[in-house]
């Protein structure tokens, strides 16, 4: 194989590898994103009506410190722990996870 035949190969692979870190870290942000929206909302949702970490997690039957760390954006949630906790808050799943303005 001649020497441009190899550069050319190496900058292809070198094109790969930048395109899937690139894309590794959107997908990254993107679920931080949403993380931190959803977050943000169910505290917000949570202190609205009035209630501590602890009776949210009750209701929800989830163990009080799973629903700080929910709040905190440290967790991944479940789509099931998610509609635990809207359904807890008698709030739609989707208003969680919905941008306010």
Same mark, same amino acid.
């Given at each position: 194989m001649s020497i441009s035949r190899r550069a050319a190969?190496? $900058?292809?692979?070198?094109?790969?590898?930048?395109g899937r870190l690139i894309s590794g870290r959107l997908l990254n942000s993107l679920s931080m994103m949403v993380t931190d929206v959803y977050a943000r909302n169910l505290r917000k949702e949570r202190l609205a009506? *009035?209630?501590?970490? &602890?009776?949210?997690?009750d209701k929800a039957g989830l163990? $009080?410190?799973?629903? *700080?760390?929910? &709040?905190? *954006? #440290?967790?991944?949630?479940?789509?099931v722990n998610a509609e635990k906790l809207a359904h807890a808050l008698d709030i #739609?799943?989707?208003?969680?996870?919905r941008r306010k303005r």
């Open positions: 190969v190496v $900058r292809c692979d070198v094109l790969l590898i930048v009506k *009035g209630l501590s970490q &602890e009776a949210l997690a163990h $009080r410190t799973y629903v *700080g760390s929910v &709040e905190r *954006g #440290e967790r991944n949630i479940t789509l #739609e799943l989707a208003d969680l996870v």
